[in-house]
């Protein structure tokens, strides 16, 4: 009879109409011997049966007689059923049982209890809001495997609930639970504790905003729960170090402060940087892409990766000549900035910086000499690609941005630039830069292209 079931499911999956064997299915869920049997007769119902059907009767009397039965392995079964089902009919039918299930023996089904009404509670969320109170003692649970799943269901009360209670239970239990002596039960204490704090934190994280900066801002120190994340983000262990940078990035940035946010801690942020762990590095580079405020850009954005100092730097520069400075650093670095990342930068110049602290016709003026300085360093020979891209760009976009000389020394740092340049790209783009300024001092052309050499224009025919 599995036999068969499994390929009548697999027929299900083919898109083949087998709805003719839904009985067989019940009746395999309800008589089978093993557990094998059970879950290959409830897994064909929950993809055979759907709202309204009339065998969800006989599905509910199978469900009830397993919920009740002395097995706790047909209890999981129907559990994990029951949490895979979109059956919103069936539930008030089952509830019961389900809540009984909470004061079960067996962890496993304590557990899965939390997982089915937690779907419950995503479906009919007033069928299971006033047995709250009892689901709340679950966080109490001696297995740690039941308070996570309890963490986890509350997680989804507290995002659908903006009367929710203020958790006092929750922020007792981080208290609590970071006393590593209390669970002394609990198998590798450590490590256990640490994923229920991570659990915690996210789930306190989805109260109002309000309600943690009330926690935070307390003149009570012991009642905020954020001061057990240093503990471990300057944790030795590599585990514990990731989990509180995950703990941090958790946190909403308006609760980071002074109180519990101590420069031991920033140093230890800091230093993941260079951990061989590459998910910790990620990690702290995140977050420190969080942390970016006015005072502390300058410091924090050379620790970026290119993707976000493209962003951050851009919100959150003090100054025009710094930012022009980072991203010429960044194209003389190598290869690290693409044609791509280049072309970001531009239109950065075009429409304007969004840091208010920019000037867009400073950072022009800036930009323009800066891309002088360059060339005249690098003996107007240009090898990289994207630095000369964006230099010639920047050149002639703006040359009569430029403070020293006008259109018409750049009409000869340009000249130059053809005479010293082999690579077909930058002779373009160096001709399209020459071009945009001759327009733009077009009254003077005869004048101003008196002043190229004729060796100059012999080359430009021969590239061309």
């Known amino acids: 009879m599995k036999d068969n079931m499994l390929r009548l499911i697999y027929g299900e999956m083919m898109g083949q109409d087998v709805q003719f064997g839904a009985i067989y299915a019940l009746k395999l869920a309800q ?60 539930i008030p039918s089952v509830i019961g049982h389900v809540l009984a299930a909470l ?27 006033p047995y709250l109170s009892q689901i709340k003692e ?17 997680v ?36 256990t504790i640490s994923g229920i704090l991570f659990e915690i934190i996210r789930t306190l994280n ?3 905003l309000d309600i943690m900066l009330e926690l935070v801002q307390s003149r009570d120190i012991s009642k905020n729960p954020l001061l057990v994340i240093a503990k471990f983000a300057t944790a030795s262990n590599q585990n ?39 998910t910790i590095q990620r990690k702290a580079l995140d977050l420190l892409y969080r942390m970016l405020t006015y005072e502390n850009s300058e410091n924090i954005i050379d620790r970026l990766i290119l993707a976000q100092i493209l962003d951050a730097s851009e919100r959150f520069g003090k100054s025009e000549g710094w930012y022009v400075d980072l991203i010429f650093d960044l ?72 403070i020293k000389g006008g259109p018409t020394s750049i009409m000869v740092v340009l000249s130059r630039c053809l005479a010293m340049n082999q690579d077909p790209l930058v002779v373009a783009w160096t001709l399209t830069a020459l071009t945009k300024v001759i327009l733009r001092i077009a009254p003077s052309v005869p004048e101003e292209i008196m002043h190229l050499r004729a060796q100059e224009f012999l080359l430009v025919a021969e590239m061309v």
């Open 103 to 129: 004061s079960h023996t067996h962890e496993s089904v304590r557990k899965r209890a939390l997982i089915v009404l937690k779907s419950f509670y995503v479906q009919q969320a007033e069928l299971v809001a």
């Open 156 to 191: 989804v009360v507290v995002k659908s609930m903006a009367s929710c209670p203020k958790g006092t239970r929750i922020m007792g239990l981080l208290r609590r639970g970071f006393r590593f002596g209390v669970y002394k039960s609990w198998p590798n204490s450590v490590t």
């Open 240 to 278: 514990l170090k990731y989990l509180g940078i995950a703990m941090l990035c958790q946190v909403h940035p308006a609760a980071w402060s002074d109180t519990w946010w101590s420069d031991q801690l920033l140093a230890g942020v800091v230093e993941a940087l260079d951990s061989r762990d590459k």
């Open 331 to 402: 194209m003389q670095a190598g290869s690290i900035v693409s044609m791509r990342v280049a072309e970001k930068f531009m239109r950065v110049f075009e429409r304007g910086p969004a840091s208010p602290a920019f000037s867009i016709d400073s950072l022009r003026q800036l930009a323009v000499q800066k891309a002088l300085d360059v060339m005249e360093q690098a003996n107007y020979r240009l090898d990289q690609r994207s630095l000369a891209y964006f230099a010639l760009w920047i050149l002639g976009e703006y040359a009569d941005e430029s």
């Open 138 to 154: 679950c966080l109490y649970d001696h297995e740690p495997s039941v308070m996570s799943a309890a963490l986890g269901f509350f």
């Open 206 to 208: 989805c109260f109002h």
């Open 31 to 90: 008589s089978g011997q093993t557990v094998a049997e059970k879950r290959a007769g409830y897994l064909a119902c929950y993809l055979l049966l759907h709202e309204g059907n009339e065998l969800n009767i006989m599905l509910i009397n199978t469900l009830q007689k397993d919920l009740a039965s002395s097995n706790y392995h047909h209890v999981v079964v129907a559990l994990v059923t029951l949490s895979n089902m979109m059956l919103p009919d069936v």
